[in-house]
C-alpha cells in the first residue's frame, strides 16, 4: 500500500510591499467617524462597570433628581467610592448632578445616551 502522492509546492520569497501599498481591499469601512466613535467609547467605558451600570438604572427609572444619600444604601459601597462611581459617569456626560445644602443630587443627562443605543440598535 503506498501513501498519499507527495505534493510540490513552489514558495516564493515574501516581498515588502512599498509604503502606503495596501495587500487588499477592506470589506467594510467604518459607518463611525473618529470624533463620534470617540464619544461612544466615553460613554461605554464608563457604563463598563456593574456599579456604574446599577447606578444608571436607578437614575433613569426615577422620576425626578436622586440625593447621593438615598443611593448609598442599595449599593455594598462606601459613600466615597460610590461618589468616585458617580463622577466617572459625570465624566463621561452621562449623569450630571445638582447641589443643594450639602448633598449632591444626580439625574441622567437627556440624550446622553442616545448616540450609542441607536449605534447599538
Not at 459617569?89 to 444626580?106: K, N, P, T
Request: charged share 25%.
Amino acid at each position: 500500500m503506498s501513501g498519499p502522492a507527495p505534493v510540490s509546492l513552489e514558495l516564493t520569497p515574501k516581498q515588502k510591499r512599498p509604503a502606503g501599498v495596501r495587500c487588499c481591499e477592506p470589506v467594510v469601512y467604518p459607518d463611525v467617524e473618529r470624533s463620534q466613535a470617540t464619544r461612544m467609547a466615553e460613554v461605554a467605558k464608563a457604563l463598563g462597570d456593574p456599579i456604574r451600570l446599577q447606578l444608571v438604572d436607578v437614575l433613569r427609572k426615577h422620576a425626578g433628581k436622586v440625593c447621593v444619600c438615598e443611593l448609598v444604601p442599595l449599593f455594598d459601597i462606601s459613600q466615597p467610592t460610590l461618589s468616585h462611581h458617580l463622577k466617572k459617569l459625570r465624566d463621561a456626560g452621562v449623569v450630571d448632578s445638582e447641589r443643594r445644602g450639602l448633598w449632591a443630587y444626580y439625574y441622567v443627562t437627556p440624550d446622553s445616551l442616545k448616540e450609542l443605543s441607536a449605534w447599538l440598535s
